[in-house]
Protein backbone atom coordinates (compact mmCIF):
# COMPACT_ATOMS: atom_id res chain seq x y z
CA UNK A 1 0.00 0.00 0.00
CA UNK A 2 3.26 2.28 0.61
CA UNK A 3 4.20 1.72 -2.78
CA UNK A 4 0.77 1.95 -4.39
CA UNK A 5 0.40 5.94 -2.48
CA UNK A 6 4.36 6.69 -3.66
CA UNK A 7 4.86 5.41 -6.84
CA UNK A 8 2.23 4.71 -9.98
CA UNK A 9 -1.27 5.64 -9.36
CA UNK A 10 -4.08 3.32 -8.79
CA UNK A 11 -7.07 1.99 -10.90
CA UNK A 12 -9.51 4.35 -8.59
CA UNK A 13 -7.23 7.04 -9.16
CA UNK A 14 -6.95 6.57 -12.92
CA UNK A 15 -10.61 6.52 -13.87
CA UNK A 16 -10.93 10.00 -11.52
CA UNK A 17 -8.53 11.68 -13.49
CA UNK A 18 -10.05 10.54 -16.58
CA UNK A 19 -13.47 12.12 -15.96
CA UNK A 20 -11.91 15.00 -14.92
CA UNK A 21 -10.16 15.61 -18.15
CA UNK A 22 -13.69 14.87 -19.73
CA UNK A 23 -15.10 17.50 -18.12
CA UNK A 24 -12.59 20.02 -18.59
CA UNK A 25 -12.62 18.91 -22.33
CA UNK A 26 -16.52 19.71 -21.97
CA UNK A 27 -16.27 22.61 -20.70
CA UNK A 28 -13.78 24.46 -23.21
CA UNK A 29 -16.25 23.92 -25.82
CA UNK A 30 -19.20 26.13 -24.07
CA UNK A 31 -19.39 29.70 -23.55
CA UNK A 32 -18.83 30.95 -20.08
CA UNK A 33 -21.81 32.82 -18.74
CA UNK A 34 -20.86 36.09 -20.07
CA UNK A 35 -20.48 34.73 -23.52
CA UNK A 36 -24.08 33.98 -23.15
CA UNK A 37 -25.60 36.78 -21.93
CA UNK A 38 -24.22 38.66 -24.65
CA UNK A 39 -25.10 36.29 -27.23
CA UNK A 40 -29.32 36.60 -25.92
CA UNK A 41 -28.77 40.33 -26.24
CA UNK A 42 -27.47 40.55 -29.60
CA UNK A 43 -30.23 37.65 -30.70
CA UNK A 44 -33.37 38.71 -32.77
CA UNK A 45 -36.34 38.62 -31.00
CA UNK A 46 -38.42 35.10 -31.46
CA UNK A 47 -39.92 35.01 -34.86
CA UNK A 48 -43.12 33.42 -32.67
CA UNK A 49 -43.73 36.86 -30.88
CA UNK A 50 -46.02 39.27 -32.80
CA UNK A 51 -43.22 42.45 -33.73
CA UNK A 52 -45.61 44.87 -34.78
CA UNK A 53 -46.60 48.34 -33.20
CA UNK A 54 -50.19 49.26 -32.31
CA UNK A 55 -52.27 51.01 -34.45
CA UNK A 56 -52.44 54.90 -33.53
CA UNK A 57 -55.98 55.88 -31.86
CA UNK A 58 -58.02 58.94 -32.83
CA UNK A 59 -56.44 60.95 -29.43
CA UNK A 60 -52.94 60.12 -31.28
CA UNK A 61 -54.00 61.55 -34.35
CA UNK A 62 -55.50 65.04 -32.98
CA UNK A 63 -52.84 65.50 -31.05
CA UNK A 64 -50.35 65.37 -33.75
CA UNK A 65 -52.19 67.77 -35.32
CA UNK A 66 -52.54 70.41 -32.58
CA UNK A 67 -48.71 70.22 -32.35
CA UNK A 68 -48.13 71.30 -35.85
CA UNK A 69 -50.99 73.68 -35.58
CA UNK A 70 -49.11 75.27 -32.66
CA UNK A 71 -45.56 75.00 -34.21
CA UNK A 72 -46.97 76.93 -37.63
CA UNK A 73 -48.48 79.14 -35.40
CA UNK A 74 -45.33 80.02 -33.36
CA UNK A 75 -43.47 80.45 -36.97
CA UNK A 76 -46.53 82.94 -38.56
CA UNK A 77 -45.63 84.88 -34.89
CA UNK A 78 -41.77 84.76 -35.30
CA UNK A 79 -42.53 85.93 -39.17
CA UNK A 80 -45.00 89.05 -38.30
CA UNK A 81 -42.41 90.18 -35.15
CA UNK A 82 -40.07 90.89 -38.34
CA UNK A 83 -42.83 91.52 -40.52
CA UNK A 84 -41.37 95.47 -42.58
CA UNK A 85 -43.96 96.30 -44.33
CA UNK A 86 -46.20 98.19 -41.83
CA UNK A 87 -44.99 101.94 -40.05
CA UNK A 88 -45.34 100.81 -36.78
CA UNK A 89 -42.02 102.13 -35.40
CA UNK A 90 -41.04 100.08 -32.23
CA UNK A 91 -44.18 98.71 -31.71
CA UNK A 92 -44.95 95.03 -31.68
CA UNK A 93 -47.71 93.19 -33.64
CA UNK A 94 -50.92 92.42 -31.72
CA UNK A 95 -50.78 88.95 -32.03
CA UNK A 96 -53.82 85.84 -32.35
CA UNK A 97 -55.11 84.16 -29.12
CA UNK A 98 -56.75 81.52 -28.40
CA UNK A 99 -57.05 77.78 -29.25
CA UNK A 100 -54.79 77.07 -32.49
CA UNK A 101 -57.18 74.32 -33.81
CA UNK A 102 -60.73 76.48 -32.59
CA UNK A 103 -63.96 75.57 -34.28
CA UNK A 104 -64.52 79.42 -34.22
CA UNK A 105 -62.77 82.52 -35.47
CA UNK A 106 -63.46 85.80 -34.04
CA UNK A 107 -62.13 88.74 -36.90
CA UNK A 108 -61.50 92.50 -35.70
CA UNK A 109 -60.50 95.05 -38.22
CA UNK A 110 -57.71 96.59 -35.86
CA UNK A 111 -56.74 96.44 -32.22
CA UNK A 112 -57.45 99.21 -29.24
CA UNK A 113 -55.29 100.18 -26.68
CA UNK A 114 -55.13 97.92 -24.45
CA UNK A 115 -54.60 94.85 -26.99
CA UNK A 116 -51.64 97.13 -28.29
CA UNK A 117 -50.34 97.12 -24.54
CA UNK A 118 -50.35 93.57 -24.17
CA UNK A 119 -49.66 92.58 -27.19
CA UNK A 120 -52.98 90.12 -28.07
CA UNK A 121 -56.10 90.29 -29.68
CA UNK A 122 -58.99 90.60 -27.74
CA UNK A 123 -57.28 92.10 -24.46
CA UNK A 124 -59.29 94.13 -22.54
CA UNK A 125 -63.23 94.78 -22.37
CA UNK A 126 -64.08 93.62 -25.77
CA UNK A 127 -62.22 90.27 -24.73
CA UNK A 128 -64.67 90.08 -21.28
CA UNK A 129 -67.71 91.08 -23.17
CA UNK A 130 -66.97 87.61 -25.29
CA UNK A 131 -66.47 85.84 -22.71
CA UNK A 132 -69.65 86.84 -21.12
CA UNK A 133 -71.64 85.86 -24.43
CA UNK A 134 -70.27 82.96 -25.00
CA UNK A 135 -70.85 81.81 -21.65
CA UNK A 136 -74.34 82.92 -22.27
CA UNK A 137 -74.54 80.51 -25.56
CA UNK A 138 -73.08 77.58 -23.90
CA UNK A 139 -69.84 77.45 -26.22
CA UNK A 140 -66.39 76.60 -24.31
CA UNK A 141 -64.11 79.32 -25.07
CA UNK A 142 -61.48 76.52 -25.89
CA UNK A 143 -63.49 76.38 -29.02
CA UNK A 144 -62.71 79.97 -30.22
CA UNK A 145 -59.45 81.83 -31.89
CA UNK A 146 -59.24 85.99 -32.30
CA UNK A 147 -57.26 87.46 -34.30
CA UNK A 148 -57.30 90.99 -36.45
CA UNK A 149 -57.07 91.69 -39.68
CA UNK A 150 -54.20 94.94 -39.10
CA UNK A 151 -51.77 93.43 -36.84
CA UNK A 152 -49.24 96.01 -36.41
CA UNK A 153 -50.36 99.02 -34.43
CA UNK A 154 -50.99 101.93 -36.27
CA UNK A 155 -52.39 105.16 -35.92
CA UNK A 156 -54.73 104.72 -39.33
CA UNK A 157 -55.30 101.50 -39.74
CA UNK A 158 -56.13 101.52 -43.50
CA UNK A 159 -52.08 102.65 -43.82
CA UNK A 160 -51.61 98.94 -42.94
CA UNK A 161 -50.15 97.06 -45.80
CA UNK A 162 -51.96 94.31 -47.80
CA UNK A 163 -48.94 91.54 -47.21
CA UNK A 164 -49.96 92.20 -43.22
CA UNK A 165 -53.35 91.65 -43.87
CA UNK A 166 -53.03 88.93 -45.60
CA UNK A 167 -51.55 86.63 -42.98
CA UNK A 168 -55.46 86.19 -42.13
CA UNK A 169 -54.90 83.48 -44.84
CA UNK A 170 -52.38 81.99 -43.34
CA UNK A 171 -54.19 81.53 -40.01
CA UNK A 172 -57.38 80.10 -41.60
CA UNK A 173 -54.88 77.01 -42.76
CA UNK A 174 -53.38 76.62 -39.55
CA UNK A 175 -56.76 76.91 -37.57
CA UNK A 176 -58.93 75.50 -39.97
CA UNK A 177 -61.86 77.04 -38.00
CA UNK A 178 -65.79 75.65 -39.01
CA UNK A 179 -66.91 78.95 -39.05
CA UNK A 180 -65.20 82.93 -39.05
CA UNK A 181 -67.07 86.21 -37.33
CA UNK A 182 -66.17 88.81 -39.29
CA UNK A 183 -66.54 91.82 -36.54
CA UNK A 184 -67.77 95.19 -38.27
CA UNK A 185 -67.96 96.26 -41.60
CA UNK A 186 -64.07 96.91 -41.90
CA UNK A 187 -63.23 93.27 -40.92
CA UNK A 188 -65.75 92.32 -43.30
CA UNK A 189 -63.99 93.95 -46.23
CA UNK A 190 -61.03 93.45 -45.49
CA UNK A 191 -62.37 89.19 -45.47
CA UNK A 192 -63.32 90.35 -49.00
CA UNK A 193 -60.63 91.50 -50.45
CA UNK A 194 -58.56 88.43 -49.14
CA UNK A 195 -57.57 85.75 -51.51
CA UNK A 196 -59.12 82.50 -49.58
CA UNK A 197 -59.26 79.27 -52.04
CA UNK A 198 -62.85 79.04 -53.21
CA UNK A 199 -64.37 81.71 -50.91
CA UNK A 200 -67.81 83.08 -51.54
CA UNK A 201 -68.73 87.12 -50.99
CA UNK A 202 -69.92 87.62 -47.76
CA UNK A 203 -72.79 89.82 -47.81
CA UNK A 204 -73.39 92.45 -44.88
CA UNK A 205 -76.38 90.80 -43.18
CA UNK A 206 -76.01 90.55 -39.79
CA UNK A 207 -76.87 87.87 -37.60
CA UNK A 208 -77.42 85.11 -40.54
CA UNK A 209 -74.91 82.13 -40.98
CA UNK A 210 -73.89 82.63 -44.83
CA UNK A 211 -71.19 79.91 -46.61
CA UNK A 212 -67.47 81.14 -47.14
CA UNK A 213 -65.84 78.40 -48.01
CA UNK A 214 -67.02 74.94 -48.76
CA UNK A 215 -65.63 73.88 -44.93
CA UNK A 216 -65.78 77.13 -43.69
CA UNK A 217 -69.62 79.21 -42.79
CA UNK A 218 -69.49 82.89 -41.53
CA UNK A 219 -71.47 85.17 -39.27
CA UNK A 220 -71.23 89.13 -39.63
CA UNK A 221 -71.59 91.08 -36.47
CA UNK A 222 -71.21 94.06 -35.38
CA UNK A 223 -68.06 95.26 -33.95
CA UNK A 224 -67.73 94.37 -30.63
CA UNK A 225 -65.49 97.35 -29.65
CA UNK A 226 -68.56 99.94 -30.40
CA UNK A 227 -70.73 97.54 -28.49
CA UNK A 228 -69.32 98.25 -24.91
CA UNK A 229 -71.23 101.53 -23.89
CA UNK A 230 -74.57 102.29 -25.44
CA UNK A 231 -77.33 100.00 -24.49
CA UNK A 232 -79.17 99.85 -27.85
CA UNK A 233 -75.36 99.08 -29.09
CA UNK A 234 -75.40 95.97 -26.90
CA UNK A 235 -78.69 94.34 -28.02
CA UNK A 236 -77.87 95.25 -31.53
CA UNK A 237 -74.60 93.25 -31.28
CA UNK A 238 -76.08 90.28 -29.17
CA UNK A 239 -79.22 89.94 -31.47
CA UNK A 240 -77.04 89.13 -34.29
CA UNK A 241 -73.74 87.25 -32.14
CA UNK A 242 -76.35 84.69 -30.33
CA UNK A 243 -77.28 83.03 -33.91
CA UNK A 244 -73.50 81.87 -33.11
CA UNK A 245 -75.26 80.01 -30.80
CA UNK A 246 -77.64 77.87 -32.46
CA UNK A 247 -74.86 77.10 -35.20
CA UNK A 248 -73.19 75.81 -32.52
CA UNK A 249 -75.57 73.81 -30.67
CA UNK A 250 -76.53 72.61 -34.22
CA UNK A 251 -72.90 71.15 -35.18
CA UNK A 252 -72.18 66.97 -34.53
CA UNK A 253 -70.31 66.72 -31.21
CA UNK A 254 -67.46 64.16 -33.43
Not at 28 to 57: C, N
Amino acid sequence: MAGAMAGEPGESSRAGRARMDRARAGRAGEPDATQVRVQLQGQPPDPSKPTGSMPITDDEIKEKYLERAIRELNTLTRELQACPHCPRGNLMPVLGSGHPQADVMLVKYAAQPSEIEEGVAFYGRAGGALMKSLKRLSIDPLAVYGTLCVKCPLSDPSLADFACVSRVVEELAIVQPKIVVAMGADALAAIGELEIPLARPLQAREGVIQQLTPTIDALYVPNIDDSLDETDAKRTFWSAFRALGDWYAAQPPY
